[in-house]
């Protein structure tokens, strides 16, 4: 069993800048959320795709937008990136169905904004 | 609004002691309440979970404590050991658009278990 992979693994972007964070689901899961961690905080949901549409979004501007592939694949991508943007970008898979499975995270993307 | 209220921010327990971390919820429509440990660099990993049609469940070591009435839920960790050591999170979820759907996490508890 495959678990979930995000790449890259550490970013270093500028403020103002687009980045694209990339997201591989568990074998198996059709869904994906996005979370972003701050330092010292706990993951804040940032939004869910499944079949490939956005299934709720948290409460983050709409320059955080994200896609959901055939293979459940899914990417994130942020707009005019923001110092307070700098944070640990989560992926968790799960399966929606008639068993619903918890959230399995990947081990993040650092993101780092100067 | 911080929806899931944790305590405490860390805690310093002796190898072979109890571990007991705190959370509280304000929101009612809140049915599933899992805990995560996260380890420096990686990603929370699923612990244990609770749904409120019971007031305790065990798995190992671990235990989860639930009081609807009081809206409050506690991870007990018995005979801590120095590998227990991690960041621990307690969310919590409801049930639009799937049980799993928006976790809503407490801001953690920073656990060191000395030898």
């Known amino acids: 069993e495959t678990g979930v992979t995000q790449s890259p693994t550490h970013l270093i972007k500028t403020r103002g800048q687009q980045v694209t964070l990339r997201c591989s689901s568990q074998?198996?899961?059709?869904?994906v959320s996005w979370y972003q961690q701050a330092l010292g905080q706990g993951p804040q949901f940032i939004f869910q795709?499944?079949?490939?549409?956005?299934?709720g979004r948290g409460n983050f501007p709409p320059r955080f937008s994200g896609l959901q592939f055939p293979n459940y694949s899914s990417e994130l991508n942020v707009n005019a990136l923001e110092l307070d943007d700098s944070a640990l970008y989560l992926c968790?898979?799960?399966?929606?169905?008639?068993?619903?499975?918890?959230?399995?995270f990947g081990n993040g993307t650092r993101l780092t904004v100067t | 609004q911080q929806q899931v209220k944790q305590s405490p921010q860390s805690l310093i327990v002796q190898k072979g002691g109890i571990s007991i971390i705190n959370c509280a919820y304000e929101?009612?429509?809140?049915?599933?309440f899992p805990w995560y440990q996260q380890f420096p660099g990686k990603g929370p990993a699923l612990l244990i979970a609770?749904?409120?049609?019971?007031s305790e469940k065990k798995e190992g070591r671990f235990t989860i404590s639930f009081n609807k009435s009081a809206k409050q839920f506690s991870l007990h960790i018995m005979d801590s050991q120095p590998g227990d050591s991690a960041t621990y999170f307690c969310?919590?979820?409801?049930?639009?658009?799937?049980?799993?759907?928006?976790?809503?996490f407490g801001k953690g508890t920073l656990l060191t278990v000395n030898p």
């Open positions: 609770i749904r409120p049609d019971v």
């Open positions: 074998s198996g899961h059709n869904t």
């Open positions: 969310a919590a979820s409801g049930k639009s658009g799937g049980s799993n759907y928006k976790l809503t």
């Open positions: 929101n009612t429509a809140f049915d599933y």
């Open positions: 968790a898979s799960s399966l929606t169905g008639l068993n619903n499975s918890p959230l399995h």
């Open positions: 795709y499944y079949r490939e549409e956005e299934n």
